[in-house]
Nanobody, 126 residues
Framework: VQLVESGGGSVQAGGSLRLSCVMSGNDFSRRCMGWFRQAPGKEREGVAAIDGDGFTAYADSVKGRFTISKDNAKNILYLQMNNLKPEDTAMYYC?????????????????????WGQGTQVTVSS
């Protein structure tokens, strides 16, 4: 499995970005997929995730602003980010699990995922 992210960049606060992650490999539609982020000096944290049934989970800090979705025909995972804030500045990573269902408590946990992309940088200025 290989994951390649794109779509990062620099925006002003209040702006929007859409991240994409293309997965090469099998069973994309059945896997749990997630977006994580890591700011300098901080641990990597779960931002949004979606399981094989389409169930989604979001970190409290992004609820109502970020939307995760996927195109199973193209093996692409998306993260639409609206109303961006300076505290959203981080490297964003796409991740894939072997499981199709993890449950709400595990979907945003780093240890639930088996494969990771290289990341795409998001910088939000005030």
């Amino acid at each position: 499995v290989q994951l390649v992210e794109s779509g990062g960049g620099s925006v002003q606060a209040g702006g929007s970005l859409r991240l994409s992650c293309v997965m090469s490999g099998n069973d994309f539609s059945r896997r749990c997929m997630g977006w994580f982020r890591q700011a300098p000096g901080k641990e990597r944290e779960g931002v949004a995730a979606i399981d094989g049934d389409g169930f989604t989970a979001y970190a409290d800090s992004v609820k109502g602003r970020f939307t995760i979705s996927k195109d199973n025909a193209k093996n692409i995972l998306y993260l639409q980010m609206n109303n961006l804030k300076p505290e959203d500045t981080a490297m964003y990573y796409c991740a894939s699990a072997l499981s199709s269902r993890l449950g709400n408590s595990l979907l945003l946990r780093r240890g639930s995922y088996n494969y990771w992309g290289q990341g795409t940088q998001v910088t939000v200025s005030s």
